[in-house]
């Protein structure tokens, strides 16, 4: 049991269909080892974990402190002057705890699954595309990261100062909860993280053939907008500077990744045989349709026409009377010379 918990002991080309189940049954405990291995780390250190959690608090009471002060800006003096982080319930320090040990687990396990992924689908890939999965899984792991640090050193710290900008405006106390604070930190990361994988389910899609680059770029005014709506729900506040510039960036990656879509499809057509564009397919259907009008000889068959229905004025126009023709007068009738 442990020998296949730790290694294969056959390649997996000669693995049956239930033992490629297995195998996965064993990646996805490996996965779950790792991330369970997290947990109790962030448990057992329970000190650090919600330290370092809290710096982006830290950084919207005080910005010079922030490596990114220059954008942050100045904060409230209220704002700094707010109490620590309060919890009112014992459930609420648990789910603090809990908070923390989610967030580490998920560090830690993110690149065990990426591995796990490649290792699983590996062989039924080719020699071509196995190339091209490594740097395709170290772009997805990067982008998660790049996403995940975009929220944990800007949008939440800026966030923090427009929710104690507005409630001061209202005159209202702000009374942070540890729970909720801790829980809005982890999110928000994990969800800009998630965010940024968007531009390789775009190139997945292309490169399965399933979505025309040339599609999905003149569709871009659509899909300009379903980046501001996703960016308007991952934002809490949704303020102008982060949903412009997260949008921005979204809508980059989605420009690079219709790019890089269209070279990869058309590698992969000429490589198979096919024409480089895939809308040249539309023309190849047309010229299929004109070939199978024509006959053996390489005639084109005469289809068959409607009747020419004749219009209503000629059915109401009465039809002129041709003048009959008179018969010519028998001999020895003399009545014509009348």
Excluded at 48 to 77: C, N, Q
Excluded at 180 to 205: K, N
Excluded at 217 to 242: D, H, N, Y
């Amino acid at each position: 049991m442990l020998s296949a918990f730790i290694r294969r002991n056959r390649p997996r080309s000669e693995m049956s269909f239930l033992e490629h189940l297995d195998d996965l049954r064993v990646s996805l405990i490996r996965v779950l080892a790792v991330f369970a291995v997290g947990m109790v780390a962030a448990l057992i250190f329970y000190e650090y974990v919600p330290r370092f959690l809290a710096m982006p608090l830290e950084w919207a009471k005080h910005p010079e402190t922030s490596p990114i002060y220059f954008v942050l800006g100045r904060s409230d003096p209220s704002l700094a002057a707010l109490p620590p982080l309060k919890e009112f319930t014992f459930m609420g320090v648990w789910s603090v705890l809990m908070y923390a040990a989610f967030g580490v687990g998920i560090a830690l396990a993110s690149p065990v699954f990426l591995y796990e992924t490649i290792r699983f689908v590996g062989p039924a890939l080719t020699d071509r595309e196995k190339r091209g999965l490594i740097p395709f899984c170290f772009s997805a792991l990067v982008l998660f990261l790049s996403g995940a640090v975009l929220a944990f050193f800007w949008l939440t710290p800026m966030s923090v100062q427009i929710w104690h900008h507005f409630a001061s405006g209202l005159n209202m106390e702000v009374i942070w909860q540890a729970s909720d604070y801790y829980g809005f930190v982890i999110m928000m990361s994990l969800l800009t993280g998630l965010t940024f994988q968007f531009p390789l389910a775009l190139i997945i899609l292309m490169w399965l053939e399933l979505v025309r680059p040339r599609t999905l770029l003149k569709s871009w005014r659509g899909m300009l907008f379903g980046i501001l709506i996703v960016v308007a729900i991952i934002t809490p506040i949704g303020e102008p500077i982060s949903l412009g510039v997260l949008t921005g960036i979204l809508f980059g990656f989605y420009l690079i990744a219709v790019s890089i879509g269209s070279v990869l499809v058309r590698r992969k057509r000429v490589a198979r045989g096919d024409r480089p564009n895939p809308e040249d397919d539309d023309i190849d259907d047309e010229d299929e349709d004109d070939e199978d009008d024509r006959d053996d000889d390489g005639y084109r068959e005469a289809r068959p026409t409607k009747p020419i229905s004749p219009s209503p004025q000629a059915i109401a126009a009465p039809k002129a009377e041709k003048p009959s023709a008179t018969p010519p007068p028998a001999d020895g009738d003399l009545s014509s010379l009348d």
